[in-house]
């Protein structure tokens, strides 16, 4: 009994000072705190696992203009328009829209895609001051790129890697925002489609 | 520090009404700035509580207010300010309204009696630690007035608990002040730091094994008295939600806290004073002496080393509360009995006990070599102590392949 009491009063002052050792070194060790968004060492878009879905962005250069991933889209997030050349018989695209705002990160259009230039980034956090500048225009209006054409030699080049995905951004502060009928357009579009295909 | 007031009024001849009129001046300026004092202290600590606590816990805590956050109490304080006063309909009214009161004045008395250098206290009354002791237990009043008053089963709960804490931890409290105003035989707050001296070995901690375990009495009986963590059971957040303060908004609510912060220092400040040598400079063995013999400059250089040494010793206590606080898990209650009456109260008497063993053991001859050396040995496992903690800790440190990084700490 005896031995039990001072046995506990051991016990509770060994423990108090091994509880304070430890509190003490954690004082003097590295927070594991990430600062975000202001203090932080690289941008968070970089410190991302390349697997996150971000916001949607093309790489118009390896894109077929197939427009699977307009009509796998379920909520007509995307909108693509194309031009062919009567004389050489070869395929223009002259837009690729994608609104932000209504994309729900599903992913379907990236699993579609049979280049891969439509795939996800690590950015995420689209803020602006006008729901329409979250309209991506991936083709400048007026712009016409060549359809990319899938050939049997070479393999498609594919989703780049470690490159910055910042550029994304400079459209959100753009200072014109779009019209929104032509924002809309993309609405518009799968509507008519869908009344021709008797759905 | 009426003496100053005297010195200061001798050559001016004031008529004896104006002599008074002069003191009460003199008193409402010393009470404001103990007051701004006190004020400026709670805030600042709750800062630096956040960030150390943030620290132990691998995050970095409040950074974003003025430089590295500094300004953040003064941030919080203001929006307390703003803050709705809500007063519940099924409270009574009066005493609701009127606990804040009477509970920081609990707190803010004692520091009337804290001599926070040579000659550096509001009052030099006789009965200075006794008084201390009498004044904050002033807020035990206040605490179970605003439980009862909320009308709420939580308040009710963490007044209650808190009247037994707070009365319970006053015997060992009481008994661990008694062996050193048993050593030092004065109740006076200035005496009880004359009897002691500079160095280590001179303080009361250290004097005899019996002092050396009174001072960790005390600091648990203070802590529970100041409702501090570990003892924190009458605002037990994970239990009570608030305890008795759930039902207050605002001020009302700031009221509380700002007392809770100031009774750091005030713990601090006893801990200081009766075990760790006070305001005494090591080297000096008779500072009043040495006041009086330095010129108009030097006594100003001497009172504030002095209050600079108290200041040192102070914060580093204010320091291990913050720790400890941020260490120990919240007792029971019967675990904080068991504490108190089966462990602290006994040795609380073993310990006065032993201590006025050691005063009556003669001084002279061979006796003086064997207080001296008992002294001696105290001091070293006291230094054995801290320095074992900080070896423990760069031992934590490295047992996980870690390095000591100061990173964000600012």
């Keep these: 009994m005896l031995k039990q009491y001072f046995k506990n009063i051991k016990n509770a002052s060994t423990s108090i000072f091994e509880g304070l050792a430890v509190t003490l070194s954690y004082m003097v060790r590295k927070p594991i705190t990430i600062q975000y968004p202001d203090r932080i060492e690289k941008p968070l878009p970089e410190m991302l696992p390349p697997t996150f879905r971000g916001i949607l962005e093309v790489d118009t250069g390896i894109c077929t203009v197939c427009m699977a991933c307009m009509k796998r889209c379920p909520l007509d997030t995307i909108y693509i328009e194309s031009e062919r050349d009567p004389e050489t018989r070869k395929n223009y695209l002259t837009r690729f829209d994608i609104d932000v705002a209504r994309c729900m990160v599903c992913g379907l259009c990236t699993e579609v895609c049979p280049t891969g230039a439509i795939r996800h980034s690590t950015e995420f956090d689209a803020v602006t001051s006008d729901v329409i500048n979250l309209v991506m225009r991936y083709v400048q209006p007026g712009d016409k790129i060549p359809a990319y054409k899938v050939s049997k030699e070479e393999e498609p080049p594919g989703v780049p890697q470690n490159e910055p995905y910042c550029r994304l951004k400079k459209q959100w502060d753009a200072p014109a925002p779009l019209q929104p009928d032509e924002v809309r357009g993309a609405v518009r579009w799968k509507k008519q489609t869908s009344k021709q295909e008797g759905r | ?410």
């Design chain 2, 1 to 410: 520090m009426k003496y100053l007031f005297d010195s200061l009024t001798a050559n001016w001849n004031l008529s004896p009404w104006m002599t008074t009129l002069a003191l009460v001046l003199w008193v409402v300026v010393i009470t404001a700035g103990v007051l701004v004092f006190m004020a400026t202290f709670a805030g600042f600590t709750s800062w630096v509580e956040r960030r150390i606590a943030g620290r132990m816990q691998s995050r970095i805590g409040p950074n974003r207010v003025g430089p590295f956050g500094g300004l953040q109490w003064l941030a919080d304080g203001l929006k307390c300010f703003l803050k709705e006063d809500v007063i519940p309909k099924a409270t009574d009214p009066v005493l609701f309204r009127l606990a804040p009161y009477l509970v920081f004045p609990g707190g803010f008395a004692a520091f009337a009696a804290l001599p926070f250098g040579y000659g550096i206290a509001a009052s030099n009354i006789d009965i200075g630690i006794f008084y201390i002791t009498a004044i904050t237990s002033l807020v035990v009043i206040g605490i179970l007035m605003a439980g009862w008053s909320s009308n709420n089963k939580w308040s009710l709960i963490g007044g209650v608990r808190s009247a037994a804490q707070i009365i319970s931890y006053e015997i060992p409290g009481g008994l661990a002040i008694l062996t050193v105003v048993v050593l030092a035989g004065t109740l006076n707050m200035h005496e009880l730091v004359v009897a002691q001296g500079g160095w280590p070995w001179h303080w009361f901690i250290f004097r005899n094994p019996f002092t050396f375990v009174a001072f960790f009495i005390f600091f648990a009986s203070i802590l529970a008295e100041g409702n501090r963590t570990p003892f924190d059971l009458p605002e037990a957040e994970s239990e009570l939600v608030a305890g008795y303060l759930t039902e207050y908004t605002g001020m009302r609510f700031l009221f509380f806290l700002f007392t809770e912060w100031a009774n750091v220092w005030v713990i601090s400040a006893l801990l200081t004073t009766l075990f760790l040598g006070g305001w005494q400079i090591p080297g000096i063995t008779d500072l009043g002496a040495t006041i009086a013999a330095a010129t108009s400059l030097g006594k100003w250089f001497w009172v504030l080393l002095s209050v600079a040494m108290f200041f040192i010793k102070t914060s580093a206590l204010v320091f291990l509360v913050i720790q400890i606080r941020w260490t120990l898990p919240r007792l029971r209650v019967d675990q904080l009995m068991i504490m108190c009456w089966k462990y602290l109260v006994p040795m609380g008497f073993v310990t006065l006990l032993g201590s006025a063993i050691f005063l009556v053991l003669p001084r002279e001859g061979a006796w003086a070599w064997f207080h001296l050396s008992v002294q001696g040995i105290m001091t070293l496992i006291g230094f054995a102590i801290v320095a074992g903690l900080i070896g423990r800790a760069w031992y934590n440190i490295h047992a996980l392949k870690d390095r000591i990084s100061l990173e964000n700490w600012l």
